[in-house]
């Protein structure tokens, strides 16, 4: 049973930056891609960034190239988003994600889901 728990969200001023991270345990499998979503309040859940985990791929959605960054440790088992030049529409849930193949380039069918971290970006 794979479990993803995220941590560091919060709030920060616009221009700011956060790190989410994201332990990851029970993963067994040999491929596996670690992905970030997140829900802004009246909005559906929308892909943020996706890394294979095997080769280090990434991919990020254009609303978010050039400021955050999606990165891992395998030794930790752990998912880190560095998001830099934070904006108020940043405002959202974080959600990890995950799913057993190195589909890193498909921003859908994700089997495993952290709870989320709240991100609050104020002007």
């Known amino acids: 049973q794979v479990q993803l728990v995220e941590s560091g969200g919060g709030l920060v001023q616009a221009g700011g930056s956060l790190r989410l991270s994201c332990a990851v345990s029970?993963?067994?499998?040999?491929?596996?891609?670690a992905g970030w979503f997140r829900q802004a309040p009246g909005k559906e859940r929308e892909f943020v960034a996706a890394i294979n985990w095997n080769v280090g791929n990434t991919r990020y959605a254009d609303s978010v190239k050039g400021r955050f960054t999606i990165s891992k440790d395998n030794a930790k088992n752990t998912v880190y988003l560095q998001m830099n030049a934070l904006k108020p529409e940043d405002t959202a849930v974080y959600f990890c994600?995950?799913?057993?193949?190195?589909?890193?380039?498909?921003?859908?069918?994700?089997?495993?889901w952290g709870q989320g971290t709240q991100v609050t970006v104020s002007s």
């Open positions: 029970g993963r067994t499998f040999p491929r596996y891609t």
């Open positions: 994600a995950g799913k057993p193949n190195s589909d890193f380039y498909v921003p859908t069918d994700y089997t495993y």
